[in-house]
């Protein structure tokens, strides 16, 4: 099956600009085109920091997820189902790692997030989501392994001892909303951001797994101080699909992007217990249709997002920017883009969203996922058959 996309709505984006006119500045401030814009000689111009894109790997089908290495290479998920090494100089190994367990490659799912323990200098465990075979369907699964050197073949690597720390139930035969990202938070409890699979009522039904965040201690046991007795391993409901978490330098808390139906992605701070309203309330309307869904825009009980974006852009990875490279976007966020092919930029004030800038709108391609290197450069990774991995680097 091929991939489905995201978003189904169509392009709708304002045309590339070129040159900046009093009405463009003006439609720029309300955060409506592409600010940042390419010169002659590959800087791109923006409001708070001049840059260059760095292509550093071309080739990889479909990425999704970017992990960096303690030693400077980087580990890059393919949704077909291979985990890749990438050297700091953006060299390939043309060997996948080896001994991921079998996984379903349709639609939306595949191999997804990648993430490293905390301890990984110590343990070697990497994480990682996928969809995996629940039942007669498939569901959204995270397991870890140990990344050693491969006893067979020396020159490549493999995951030792594979374990699964969670299983989504019950599985689906639907191919979307899979999710799926993984965070460590401060207390190196792991979180998992998941979708409904398609069936947007499960996001509401506590005794289901689907379309929550779930909080797991690092091997898979449930937490004591679960806000759910009866499925302890839930920490918030109510989403559609989240496809992008980070947690906030300022506060320990988990930020979340979630896809919107027609209308009305989201940006959320995941908080345990709370609902986050899908499908009872959104800002998105039915696809084609313009039709109201469920009971409005707000409801007593069910969490406001902080941000949300009607026209959808289809929001992918995220990062917040903690570095030296860019020391204008410190403490600002980043969100990748799959509709409109762009990086956003978003300034905070405390819990906020005070202004947006869209970056690199139609340049690259799909923006799949963003992360800071400890260089303090921003990686960015395409979703695309021919998929690249790519580094922001500052012009002096």
Known sequence: MPALPETHHAHCGLPRIGLIDARTMLLIGLGLVNAAVAASDGIIRSERHDFRVKTLTRGLDHPWALAFLPDGRMLVTERPGRLRLIAAN????????????????????????????????????????????EGHGAATQVARGQLVRDEKDSNGHRLNNVQQVYRQKPGSSSGVHF???????????????????GDKDR????????????RLHDDGRFPADAPFAQKPEVYSYGHRNMQGAAIYPATG???????????????????????????????????????????????????QPVYQWTPSIAPSGLAFYQGKAFPRWQGQLFVGALKYQMLVRLELNGNRVVHEERLLKDQLGRIRDVRVGADGLLYLLTDEADGALLRLEPVR
């Open 90 to 133: 953006g060299e390939l190994d043309p060997r996948p790692v080896a001994g991921l367990p079998p996984m379903v490659a349709s639609g939306q799912g595949g191999l997804l997030d990648v993430v490293l323990h905390p301890d990984f200098a110590k343990n070697r465990w990497v994480y990682f989501s996928y969809a995996g075979r």
């Open 179 to 197: 999710g799926s990202r993984l965070v460590f938070d401060r207390q190196g409890m792991l979180l998992i951001t998941q979708g409904d699979r």
């Open 203 to 214: 996001a509401q039904q506590l005794d289901d797994l689907a379309g929550k965040a779930v």
């Open 253 to 303: 808390e988990l930020w979340a992007t979630e896809h919107g139906p027609q209308g009305g992605d989201e940006l959320n701070i995941v908080r345990a217990g709370r609902n986050y309203g899908w499908p009872v309330i959104t800002y998105g309307v039915n696809y084609g249709l313009g039709t109201k869904i469920g009971e409005g825009k707000a409801k007593a009980g069910m969490e």
